[in-house]
């Protein structure tokens, strides 16, 4: 193997630059790779503004552009503002705050009573996107620009309206060849169909087609701009004429009349003259403008000049031209699309920050009016006994009035009790308060704790209600409007409605018996209703809200097996099928109501808890008879059942604390202690003691009824099934709860047989009591204990009944509120 020379073998070793740059190279290489494990393993944190501003303080303050990095001292300010009510009075009840123990029941107080705080930023508007600053809200006016080169020529200013419009004809003519005269027969003529036109340069031009359809290619043209005239001729055929051109050649046409040949003659010749008089205008005018340029020269001209005058004069040109270029010049950047949301005031993002609070009524609600005229039965006559006038009805009936929405399948609204009785037949009814009350009349008894009280509303004045306002906040024609009848118990519902049913001849006798029976069932029983009968129509026409202002058609009469919400909703469901209706038994009466809008200045409304709202009349007394009864009839809102979607809720702007209680059926079948219990009539009380002589709160809104003290009752009834030990109920009971609630607080049922057939041989009392059950209002953690309650009945009631529960085992009775 030859030796490696001695000069080959240095070449290999590397020298002092080549490791300097080696050893440079993996240091650089180092560094990079530990900077980026660095930068990957260290997470980036924001930057704390407040500690930053904090800890450079003193080189803000020195800053002369510190404005721009910190917040200004007055951007922020509160104010309070008064809350405006729609009342007359505040809604929530005085002492109201002194009644309440509870921490969360004081804040909710206050929530009503308080103003309300609002937070304002002064400088909001600069916080957003440069596109939104705050500046002029007024739209650019940006006129239409007119250019020279967007201006057609100034000919057709001077050229009449029939010129510019210019003049056309169609038609059929026969055509000769274009040849000499002399050789041209009858038979040379071609039918053709004519079209005379404007061309763009004013000129004419004649085009003839095979046929109609001159969206085709011609079969050939006669341009007019070089024709000389048109005239009648006799040559070769019948109304012929001629367009002689300037080269001494014709085209020769011919017309089906003398009056058509007339007629195309006189348009040829009018075109002709048009285009004369355009070439001549326009000509008129270029001469104008060139003799106007060579008077008044070049600016540039003047320019060049070198004489003094004329170059003053040149500059004082071109300054007036420059101030008139700038004179409503536009601003480009207001054109950009991106600019144009600022100057639609519409946008709620660029309206001023201004606070308002929520109205005290959703503004999507529907209000109606509905207004109870009068309630006649086919059996009337005079209750008073030898007196021939006022011929009535023979007996008192009540009527209740809800809102149902069959879609939802539910009830929407709470109930409207309405009495249209006349005065006289009011008193056939010697008290409304059923007589075993215990508690001694309100008038002689002073107001107990938590107990609601009527302010500026006078007791009489809302005795008898007549008119109610219900609210919708989705109407549709599914929702409907339910009146249910009652009458004072005497029976059963087929014997009590059977004299109303039939059709006899003598219907004075008939309505004679009727009034001796209502006479003594009232004196007896005239504290305990029973179901008669039921109507119902949909209140909304369509989905828009339009209101259905006809009354109620037929009145059907009340099956006893059929009271519950469930079948009273299978028949609406069935109520626009007149197959299915027509298997109810009907009972002849006319009930007239009114139904339309609430104005917005309708006076005497009252709230669901009696507080009147603005405007607020009152009841309007005769200066001569101060006792006399109003004449002003109040206007008493129903509450609506809003469903628990958040789309429906709305902030409670009005103090509003009701409870509503539904008795549902009372199963007392099973039980051997009472065998008579049968008209099974059921008593609610409202107390806050179960001890030995506690009295019943008076926090039920009692039934119109011979005014009290207050339009609150301490004891609520339902209606009375005959001969039913297992009855169902629809009645509503109407509850004003305290604003402090205690464990103590609960409603005591209490059921009673009621003597409906007299005996003449027993001397028995109109009622017996048969069970009591009970209903604790709060649960163990302090709310309100809402839903189903299957509730065992007690045979006899003892103080300290609360703690019982395990020795009940009679019956049961389902009550759901």
């Not at 009970?774 to 703690?803: E, S």
């Amino acid at each position: 193997m030859p030796e490696t020379r001695k000069f080959v073998q240095g070449l290999r070793r590397k020298g002092t630059a080549s490791k300097r740059r080696e050893s440079a190279s993996q240091a650089v290489r180092s560094s990079i790779y530990s900077g980026y494990d660095l930068i990957k393993s260290s997470s980036s944190e924001p930057v704390d503004y407040e500690a930053f501003i904090f800890q450079r303080r003193s080189e803000i303050e020195r800053d002369p552009q510190r404005n721009l990095l910190t917040f200004p001292n007055d951007d922020v300010s509160a104010s309070s503002k008064p809350r405006s009510l729609r009342t007359v009075l505040d809604t929530v009840p005085p002492g109201a705050l002194k009644e309440a123990s509870s921490l969360m029941v004081k804040e909710c107080i206050k929530s009503y009573t308080t103003k309300w705080n609002s937070i304002e930023k002064k400088y909001e508007d600069y916080a957003g996107d440069y596109m939104q600053l705050p500046g002029s809200r007024d739209p650019p006016h940006l006129p239409e620009q007119v250019y020279e080169l967007d201006e057609e020529t100034g000919v057709e200013d001077d050229i009449s309206p029939v010129q510019k419009e210019g003049v056309t004809r169609r038609g059929w003519l026969y055509k000769a060849p274009a040849y000499g005269v002399a050789s041209i027969s009858i038979r040379s003529f071609k039918r053709r169909f004519f079209h005379l036109k404007q061309l763009p340069d004013s000129s004419y031009i004649l085009n003839y087609y095979k046929d109609e359809k001159i969206s085709k290619d011609p079969k050939g043209a006669i341009y007019l701009d070089s024709c000389i005239g048109a005239h009648m001729t006799t040559k070769a055929r019948k109304h012929s004429f001629e367009i002689r051109m300037q080269d001494q050649s014709c085209h020769l046409l011919s017309a089906d009349s003398e009056q058509e040949a007339t007629e195309w003659i006189n348009t040829i010749n009018q075109a002709l003259r048009n285009t004369i008089e355009a070439q001549v205008s326009q000509k008129e005018k270029i001469d104008q403008e060139s003799k106007h340029n060579g008077d008044g020269g070049d600016l540039g001209s003047v320019k060049s000049s070198m004489h003094p005058e004329l170059i003053k004069y040149a500059r004082e040109t071109e300054q007036k031209n420059s101030l008139a270029r700038k004179e409503s010049r536009q601003n480009v950047f207001k054109i950009f699309p991106d600019f144009q949301n600022r100057y639609d005031k519409s946008s709620e993002d660029l309206k001023a920050c201004t606070i308002t609070p929520p109205s005290a009524l959703k503004a999507s609600h529907h209000r109606i009016m509905v207004a109870c005229k009068s309630l006649s039965f086919n059996l009337r006559g005079v209750v008073i006994d030898g007196a021939e006038e006022p011929v009535t009805n023979v007996e008192p009936f009540f009527v209740t009035l809800s809102l149902y929405d069959v879609a939802k399948g539910k009830k929407i609204s709470s109930d409207l009790h309405v009495d249209l009785n006349h005065p006289l037949v009011r008193r056939m009814i010697p008290g409304r308060s059923p007589t075993h009350t215990k508690r001694a009349s309100a008038t002689t008894e002073e107001l107990k704790a938590g107990e609601p009280i009527l302010q500026i509303v006078e007791p009489q004045w809302v005795a008898y209600p007549k008119q109610g306002i219900f609210s919708v906040t989705k109407p549709h024609n599914e929702i409907y409007l339910v009146a249910r009848i009652e009458k004072v118990l005497q029976g059963s519902i087929k014997s009590c409605a059977q004299p109303y049913m039939k059709y006899e001849n003598d219907s004075h006798k008939t309505a004679a018996k009727v009034l001796k029976h209502a006479k003594v069932a009232c004196q007896r029983l005239g504290h305990y209703r029973m179901p008669f009968a039921w109507t119902a129509k949909p209140l909304f026409l369509d989905d828009k809200g339009r209101i259905n202002t006809s009354d109620f058609d037929v009145v059907y009469k009340q099956e006893s097996s059929k009271l519950a919400e469930e079948d009273l909703l299978k028949f609406l469901s069935d109520f626009k099928k007149p197959d299915k209706l027509a298997k109810l038994e009907f009972i002849e009466c006319d009930f007239q109501i009114g139904l339309d809008t609430v104005p917005t200045d309708l006076p005497n409304i009252l709230t669901s808890t009696y507080v009147p709202v603005k405007p607020y009349i009152g009841p309007a007394v005769s200066p001569t008879k101060p006792a006399a009864l109003p004449s002003n009839e109040p206007v008493i809102e129903v509450d609506e059942f809003i469903s628990t979607s958040a789309a429906d809720q709305h902030p409670h702007m009005e103090y509003t604390n009701h409870c509503y209680i539904y008795p549902k059926c009372l199963n007392y079948d099973n039980q051997k202690t009472f065998t008579k219990a049968r008209n099974i009539a059921v008593i609610a009380e409202f107390k806050d003691s179960d001890g030995e002589g506690s009295q019943p709160l008076r926090c039920f809104y009692k039934r119109p009824g011979p005014p009290g003290i207050e339009p609150y009752t301490s004891r609520v009834s339902a209606a009375v099934l005959h001969h039913h030990e297992r009855p169902e109920f629809y009645e509503e009971w109407k509850l004003s709860l305290p604003t402090q609630l205690h464990h103590g607080h609960h409603i005591l049922f209490s059921f009673y047989h009621v003597v409906v057939d007299i005996n003449a041989k027993k001397k028995e009392s109109a009622q017996m009591e048969v069970g009591h059950a009970w209903v604790p209002l709060l649960t163990k953690d302090g709310r309100v204990d809402c839903g189903v309650h299957q509730v065992p009945v007690a045979g006899n009631l003892q103080p300290g009944y609360l703690g019982w529960q395990d020795q009940l085992n009679m019956g049961k009775v389902n009550n759901s509120f």
